[in-house]
């Protein structure tokens, strides 16, 4: 039986290997889109992160003449200052052309109230239904209202009093998240790109050995031989396994190369993910390869051609995402109930492993036992198919 | 020699095989002649052991297809209706991974192949892709893959079905030959030209039983008709005839 199961897995190993589709999809497009499309979104978000600070904020200004000093603080704060004389609806109608982003009016009234000690008018135009605009007259409100502060500050002071009446509560901010904690919120789906590249590995194989033998009309000769079924499913499941680890391998390796060049500690971030890590990442998915595999095997031994499989496997793809789209939203932790779910214990483990927390080796054994468990059962499954009459019609 | 004894298989509601018996002998061709839907893959599929019957017994060489499989399995060639290649394996490729699964011993298998090659005359494309060659040569090697175990039955399912006619041609001599060196052959075929050519013995089945068994000969002169053809009409005519 075993003899018989090498001589399968070595005919699909070496058949698929021969076949541009599968090798492309398997161990190149599969695995390197994770990591390159990765690369390229962390580094987009984090250009997008650092670019909210540093740019140069234009806004137009009209009535500069009746605030010089607030024209200067904006100003000194890294705003550019474009003075044009706007009713309020010119500047209504110039923010919705998108000709200005953001105009702050200084009303006429406003020197007057100013040096009276009432409320001074400001009015900030701005489209709040565009996001960038958005943070900017954020971050203009927040200037504005810290000159304010500021001026009140010296009105108290003027008349004899602490200014420090005028802050009853002082509030300190501390973020506990660590450099690479906050990493985690931007690589969390990481993840599901490193069990979608080991699934992809096999996909085509697992359609070929079956769907494929279908539609080619071999599957009647191979059937009529003296060999056990469980032997041929073993040696085609063993094959798409193959195909599998070699495709997280190749996925893992770029991941490794790829945040070579994502500047995440320039952001205080470290990503933690060299060789070492990157080991342990293949060690928690190995129990999951004969998992994809024999799920994979057992849907297109169901189909009639190669197309029918193709569209029932894309969906199989997308199950391992379900349990780790429900962790994200309940936020759930790393908890030895949750290491009996396949695909979402790999992802809380991978994450744990990120984050540098302890990990428990009960914890490995369950997950590792429980992808093994049911793949066996799959297996079987798949095994028991085969075995019936009904795999010729 | 190829045995069928009562056997009988249902899909169903559909009776597809009653109470079949035949047998075919060694150094002859048996020709299995039926209409679409008469049972003759039905019946074949439970000789070469990949339908159990609901009743009765199928034996290659006397030894019981479903007790003792692989020995019975081992003195069958089968070429079945889709005589599928693994389009990525060389000819070569494809006949060693049906030798392995049979359990051809590697030292044997080589030798064995160079043989087949030579006899069926494969030598000009045993190393190519199965993809690229041609209908024809695709069913030598599938026919060389179905012999490649050297066992002394071979039971082909409409084995002519989409070949030119130089194939047709060149698989009648192959299976002449294969005859003459006194292999036990049963293939069907719903064309009576090609069974009427090539067979010493016909059996005609419709609706899942025989209807008419023996030499072309006896079947004509039984039948009182004057071809085969006729034959096999008036074989047919009790059930209502080809529909």
Request: overall charge neutral.
């Given at each position: 039986m075993i003899g018989k199961l090498g001589i399968v897995f070595a005919k699909e190993f070496i058949e698929n290997l021969r076949d541009r589709r599968t090798l492309l999809s398997a161990l190149l497009f599969g695995p390197l889109f994770g990591p390159l499309l990765f690369g390229a979104m962390v580094s987009r978000m984090l250009h997008q992160s650092a670019a909210e600070t540093d740019e140069v904020l234009e806004i137009t200004l009209s009535g500069a003449e009746q605030a010089p000093n607030l024209a200067h603080y904006l100003e000194s704060q890294g705003l550019k200052l474009k003075l044009a004389p706007l009713s309020e609806a010119a500047a209504r109608a110039e923010v919705r052309r998108g000709a200005s982003a953001l105009v702050l009016i200084v009303p006429e009234e406003y020197a007057a109230r100013f040096r009276a000690g009432e409320p001074a008018p400001l009015l900030l135009v701005a489209d709040s239904s565009d996001s960038q605009t958005r943070r900017s007259a954020e971050r203009v409100r927040l200037l504005l209202s810290a000159y304010g502060s500021g001026i009140a500050q010296l009105r108290i002071q003027a008349r004899?009093?602490?200014?420090?009446?005028?802050?009853?509560v002082a509030v300190n901010e501390i973020d506990v998240t660590t450099p690479t904690g906050r990493a985690i919120v931007v690589l969390g789906f990481m993840t599901y790109f490193i069990l979608f590249a080991m699934l992809m590995g096999g996909l085509y194989l697992a359609i070929d050995a079956t769907a494929g033998e279908r539609e080619r009309g071999s599957l009647e000769a191979l059937l009529s031989l003296p060999v056990a079924r469980g032997a041929l499913v073993g040696g085609k499941i063993l094959a798409t396994c193959a195909y599998m680890a070699l495709s997280l391998a190749i996925n893992l390796a770029a991941f490794v190369v790829v945040f070579r060049f994502v500047p995440l500690e320039q952001f205080g971030?470290?990503?933690?993910?060299g060789p070492r890590t990157a080991l342990e990442f293949f060690a928690i998915c190995l129990p999951f390869v004969p998992l994809g595999a024999a799920l994979m095997t057992l849907v297109a031994s169901f189909t009639r051609s190669y197309r029918e499989a193709q569209t029932y496997l894309t969906s199989v793809l997308l199950i391992p995402t379900l349990p780790i789209a429900f962790a994200s939203i309940y936020s759930l932790k790393t908890r030895s109930a949750l290491m009996l779910i396949p695909s979402l214990s790999q992802h809380l483990l991978m994450t744990s492993v990120l984050k540098d927390e302890p990990i428990s080796a009960r914890d490995i054994a369950t997950s590792a036992l429980s992808a093994l468990v049911l793949a066996g059962l799959l297996i079987a499954a798949t095994a028991r198919h085969w075995r019936r009459e009904s795999m010729l019609r | 020699m190829i045995e069928a004894r009562a056997l009988s298989k249902r899909f169903g509601d559909l009776?597809?095989?009653?109470?079949l018996s035949l047998r075919a002998r060694d150094g002859e061709i048996t020709g299995l002649l039926g209409?679409?839907?008469?049972g003759k893959s039905t019946t074949l599929r439970m000789l070469y052991g990949v339908l159990t019957p609901d009743g009765g017994t199928a034996s290659i060489d006397g030894l019981?297809?479903?007790?003792e499989t692989s020995a019975a399995r081992a003195r069958l060639g089968v070429l079945a209706h889709s005589t599928g290649?693994?389009?990525?394996?060389?000819a070569r490729e494809n006949i060693e991974y049906f030798g392995a699964l049979l359990g051809v011993p590697r030292a044997e298998l080589d030798s064995r192949i160079a043989s087949l090659a030579q006899e069926l005359d494969l030598d000009g494309f045993l190393?190519?892709?199965?993809?690229?060659?041609?209908q024809g040569q695709r069913i030598k090697v599938a026919l060389a893959r179905a012999l490649v175990h050297s066992p002394p039955n071979l039971v082909l399912d409409e084995?002519?079905?989409?070949?030119?006619v130089m194939a047709i041609r060149s698989l009648r001599e192959l299976l002449r030959r294969l005859r003459a060196q006194g292999h036990c052959i049963l293939f069907s075929s719903h064309v009576m030209g090609e069974v009427a050519a090539l067979c010493d013995r016909v059996v005609i089945i419709g609706h899942g039983r025989v209807l008419a068994e023996g030499s072309v000969e006896s079947i004509r002169e039984r039948s009182g008709a004057s071809s085969l053809e006729e034959a096999f009409l008036r074989a047919l005519e009790p059930e209502g005839g080809l529909e």
């Amino acid at each position: 039986m075993i003899g018989k199961l090498g001589i399968v897995f070595a005919k699909e190993f070496i058949e698929n290997l021969r076949d541009r589709r599968t090798l492309l999809s398997a161990l190149l497009f599969g695995p390197l889109f994770g990591p390159l499309l990765f690369g390229a979104m962390v580094s987009r978000m984090l250009h997008q992160s650092a670019a909210e600070t540093d740019e140069v904020l234009e806004i137009t200004l009209s009535g500069a003449e009746q605030a010089p000093n607030l024209a200067h603080y904006l100003e000194s704060q890294g705003l550019k200052l474009k003075l044009a004389p706007l009713s309020e609806a010119a500047a209504r109608a110039e923010v919705r052309r998108g000709a200005s982003a953001l105009v702050l009016i200084v009303p006429e009234e406003y020197a007057a109230r100013f040096r009276a000690g009432e409320p001074a008018p400001l009015l900030l135009v701005a489209d709040s239904s565009d996001s960038q605009t958005r943070r900017s007259a954020e971050r203009v409100r927040l200037l504005l209202s810290a000159y304010g502060s500021g001026i009140a500050q010296l009105r108290i002071q003027a008349r004899g009093l602490s200014p420090l009446l005028a802050v009853p509560v002082a509030v300190n901010e501390i973020d506990v998240t660590t450099p690479t904690g906050r990493a985690i919120v931007v690589l969390g789906f990481m993840t599901y790109f490193i069990l979608f590249a080991m699934l992809m590995g096999g996909l085509y194989l697992a359609i070929d050995a079956t769907a494929g033998e279908r539609e080619r009309g071999s599957l009647e000769a191979l059937l009529s031989l003296p060999v056990a079924r469980g032997a041929l499913v073993g040696g085609k499941i063993l094959a798409t396994c193959a195909y599998m680890a070699l495709s997280l391998a190749i996925n893992l390796a770029a991941f490794v190369v790829v945040f070579r060049f994502v500047p995440l500690e320039q952001f205080g971030m470290s990503a933690n993910l060299g060789p070492r890590t990157a080991l342990e990442f293949f060690a928690i998915c190995l129990p999951f390869v004969p998992l994809g595999a024999a799920l994979m095997t057992l849907v297109a031994s169901f189909t009639r051609s190669y197309r029918e499989a193709q569209t029932y496997l894309t969906s199989v793809l997308l199950i391992p995402t379900l349990p780790i789209a429900f962790a994200s939203i309940y936020s759930l932790k790393t908890r030895s109930a949750l290491m009996l779910i396949p695909s979402l214990s790999q992802h809380l483990l991978m994450t744990s492993v990120l984050k540098d927390e302890p990990i428990s080796a009960r914890d490995i054994a369950t997950s590792a036992l429980s992808a093994l468990v049911l793949a066996g059962l799959l297996i079987a499954a798949t095994a028991r198919h085969w075995r019936r009459e009904s795999m010729l019609r | 020699m190829i045995e069928a004894r009562a056997l009988s298989k249902r899909f169903g509601d559909l009776e597809a095989v009653r109470e079949l018996s035949l047998r075919a002998r060694d150094g002859e061709i048996t020709g299995l002649l039926g209409a679409n839907g008469a049972g003759k893959s039905t019946t074949l599929r439970m000789l070469y052991g990949v339908l159990t019957p609901d009743g009765g017994t199928a034996s290659i060489d006397g030894l019981d297809v479903r007790g003792e499989t692989s020995a019975a399995r081992a003195r069958l060639g089968v070429l079945a209706h889709s005589t599928g290649l693994y389009g990525n394996l060389s000819a070569r490729e494809n006949i060693e991974y049906f030798g392995a699964l049979l359990g051809v011993p590697r030292a044997e298998l080589d030798s064995r192949i160079a043989s087949l090659a030579q006899e069926l005359d494969l030598d000009g494309f045993l190393d190519q892709r199965a993809r690229g060659l041609s209908q024809g040569q695709r069913i030598k090697v599938a026919l060389a893959r179905a012999l490649v175990h050297s066992p002394p039955n071979l039971v082909l399912d409409e084995p002519t079905n989409g070949l030119d006619v130089m194939a047709i041609r060149s698989l009648r001599e192959l299976l002449r030959r294969l005859r003459a060196q006194g292999h036990c052959i049963l293939f069907s075929s719903h064309v009576m030209g090609e069974v009427a050519a090539l067979c010493d013995r016909v059996v005609i089945i419709g609706h899942g039983r025989v209807l008419a068994e023996g030499s072309v000969e006896s079947i004509r002169e039984r039948s009182g008709a004057s071809s085969l053809e006729e034959a096999f009409l008036r074989a047919l005519e009790p059930e209502g005839g080809l529909e």
